[in-house]
């Protein structure tokens, strides 16, 4: 693009004369008075809380035009969404995009609707695309250990979907198309009585995909569409017994078209998504000191892929997976003193899978309880204190502590610092897995419940397998990844509030990491995996947030993160001089030094964020500019050493630009568009969810009616 083109476009984004107002609510600096629930399960406000909390509110996913909470995610400081396939067929196709937290991986991150978890991870990822942003309110998240509250895979933190609440009567409704004939259509409306309140939100999504590299028989992305259902209700009993419903339903169908051994698509089939979540809570307000939740919770998840040749039709390929949750919980909170609040609830939980990956169907039966304490001892210092205890039926009982504190010693001023344990359970594919790949020449992966060196001998014994390596003797029942996390920072914020600066240290050690070995060689030379416990590593770094106001009406953000990573035993072994590699393929092989060393794979050192936001109430126009940038990560290890060293083993550093911008046309129509990729960044090989420049435009419907309050 040429100077002159961009700064027409920008000219163009802030065309309008600054306004004399700006809205009442702010999509840039979040008012540090608003009120969050995902760090301690209680409303607290959020410049009182000692945990690293971020809220991104409907204004700026508003003014950010993203569709998808893969969308919004993407542009926040210290969150890197991955790219991988989301499911299990042979070369993938369907894209996967989760998110790490502080360097750790995506399955080491909760994500939450409403308070409460949601399941159909594959391959230890969930799919944040299958999430519509048109029915959020607001999404809270919590970096750092969250397992005192929250258990398993909160490890690297929390992010809490907070989804439209039950007040007010409204109508919206658009539709959205872009490049790739990408086309988004949704509605939603609220509608309250005196006792009784109800929300809908309804969304359908498609593209045509895209291809990044024609070189390629196949897409990049294959074609989808994919419907999205809401619906919430609620009745007050009483003045102080309410029960809310939570109900979400999603269903999608991708295109799966493969070259297997050819130039030219020779395997074609359809994969199928389908979940739904159920949940009702009831709420009772015992006395103005005292009040329980019963929350229930029934999750069902199901993928379905299958691949058949399309020279004679024979079935190429068959995954079925299919996942159940159903929990309840009870959580009781107690105003001990003015000064003092005791969060104290448990629950039991039954998971299910069924899959054709497993020799039969598997259950997980889990209890837990936990307990917080939130003291304030005096003006601008508070100290909380909790644990939590989990038992699972497939692994020994753990107990997760945390101790957070903040302190306010001037009214500009607060320092925070927390200390937090947090753990991630093995899942069903490390525990029940039993897979044959036939398609690939028959590699196995049999999770650690599953494996037998007696089977493997058994098969040495008929021929099937050549050898049984030493690894296999070493397989045993696994044991919780756990991890320990520390959080040290500092904000300023003037009184006048145009300013709001943040800084955060962090270090999070993690043991017991499972990772998949080599147990034994097939005769035909393919290889046998299980999972083990083996690895040690460690995350840690910095992060800087700035929030100002330039103007009235103009807002900017500003973030930045440095990260380290490494296996620590890996690292000694380089600092000790016994780990060699290569510059180049095909170079020689030469001593590696610390400075050599990438540390873990899918990690940039750097990632910087850059977001211009403008309101103008006057004329109606809104937009925003937004620069995200990450530098190169190692994605593969070509020589052999544990680590990216090689130029070709690195994924190259990325910065995106992505505008929108709106115009208010009457008190009910609007008009949007926008171009996400700017700069045409892509890399078909090593980031293949990021598609070329894509342009946009939607229009909106909306009428509003003066809220009443439930």
């Known amino acids: 693009m040429t100077r002159g083109a961009f700064l027409l476009i920008l000219l163009l984004f802030l065309g309008a004369e600054l306004p004399a107002q700006t809205t009442s609510d702010s999509a840039v600096l979040r008012d540090l008075d608003e009120v969050v629930i995902t760090a301690t399960r209680t409303q607290r406000k959020l410049g009182n809380l000692a945990i690293p909390t971020f809220v991104i509110g409907s204004g700026q996913m508003r003014l950010s035009a993203s569709l998808r909470l893969n969308d919004i995610l993407q542009e926040q400081t210290g969150l890197f969404v991955t790219s991988g396939t989301g499911s299990n067929a042979v070369g993938g196709g369907v894209f996967g995009n989760g998110i790490q937290l ?215 390929y068959y995954d079925d997976f299919r996942q159940g949750f159903y929990r309840a919980e009870n ?128 098969q040495k014994q008929q021929g099937l397998v050549a050898a049984i390596l030493p690894a296999a003797f070493g397989i045993t029942t696994l044991r919780p990844e756990v991890s320990r996390g520390l959080n040290a920072g500092v904000q300023y914020q003037p009184v006048d509030g145009r300013l709001r600066a943040d800084f955060n240290l962090f270090r999070n050690d993690v043991d017991n990491l499972i990772n998949y070995v080599p147990v034994a060689t097939n005769a035909n030379g393919t290889s046998v995996f299980s999972y083990v416990n083996i690895n040690r590593a460690f995350t840690q770094g910095m992060e800087f947030n700035l929030h100002y106001q330039l103007a009235t009406g103009l807002s900017l953000q500003a973030g930045y993160q440095y990260l380290q990573t490494a296996d620590k035993d890996l690292l000694r072994r380089v600092k000790n001089g016994n780990v060699f590699g290569r510059d180049a393929a095909g170079a020689p092989a030469r001593l590696m030094t610390r400075s050599d060393y990438s540390g873990l794979l899918n990690r940039s050192a750097h990632m910087a964020n850059l977001r211009l936001f403008y309101q103008h109430v006057t004329t109606g126009w809104t937009g925003s500019l937004r620069f995200v940038y990450r530098s190169r990560f190692g994605v593969l290890d070509r020589d052999g050493n544990g680590f990216a060293n090689m130029t070709e083993e690195f994924a190259p550093g990325m910065l995106q630009l992505n505008l929108a911008a709106s115009k208010r046309l009457t008190a009910r129509w609007e008009a949007q568009a926008g171009i996400n990729n700017l700069l045409n960044q892509t890399n078909a090989r090593f980031i293949p969810n990021l598609p070329g420049i894509h342009f946009f435009a939607a229009v909106h419907y909306s009428i509003k009616h003066k809220k009443s309050h439930e």
């Open 102 to 316: 502080q360097g750790l991986s995506p399955d080491h991150t909760m994500i939450l609707l409403d308070g409460e978890p949601l399941i159909g991870r594959q391959g230890g990822v969930m799919d944040l695309s299958r999430f519509a942003i048109g029915n959020i309110r607001k999404i809270e998240i919590v970096k750092g250990p969250s397992s005192s509250l929250y258990g398993s895979e909160a490890m690297g933190g929390v992010i809490n979907i907070i989804t439209e609440p039950l007040q007010g009567r409204q109508f919206q409704a658009g539709i959205r198309s872009g490049s790739f004939f990408n086309t988004d259509v949704y509605a939603s409306g609220n509608s309250t009585g005196k006792k009784a309140a109800v929300y809908f939100f309804a969304n359908r999504n498609s593209s045509n995909g895209y291809e990044l590299d024609p070189a390629t028989p196949e897409k990049t992305l294959d074609p989808f569409f994919n419907y999205t259902g809401h619906l919430k209700f609620s009745y007050r009993f009483s003045p102080q017994t309410k029960l809310v419903v939570n109900n979400r339903g999603f269903y999608g169908r991708q295109q799966s078209r493969y070259a297997i051994n050819s130039t030219r698509i020779n395997v074609a089939g359809d994969g199928t998504t389908q979940d739904f979540n159920i949940n009702p809570v009831l709420s009772h307000r015992f006395s103005g000191k005292l009040s329980s939740q019963l929350r229930l919770l029934v999750s069902d998840y199901r993928f379905v892929q299958q691949l058949d040749s399309l020279k004679n039709g024979i079935r190429y």
């Open 331 to 458: 959580q009781t909170d107690w105003q001990l003193a003015e000064n003092q609040t005791l969060t104290v609830g448990g629950g039991f939980t039954v998971q299910t899978v069924r899959t054709n990956r497993y020799r039969e169907a598997k259950q997980q039966q889990m209890w837990h309880a936990f307990a917080q304490h939130e003291w304030y001892p005096r003006e601008g210092l508070s100290v909380i204190t909790g644990i939590r205890y989990d038992y699972n039926t497939d692994f020994a009982a753990r107990l997760s502590p945390k101790l957070a504190a903040s302190w306010k010693p001037a009214a500009n001023w607060k320092f925070t610092a927390s200390y937090g344990a947090g753990f991630k359970a093995p899942d069903f594919r490390q525990l029940y897995l039993s897979f044959v790949n036939n398609a690939a020449d028959g590699y196995s992966i049999y999770g650690a419940n599953e494996f037998s060196v007696d089977f493997l001998e058994l």
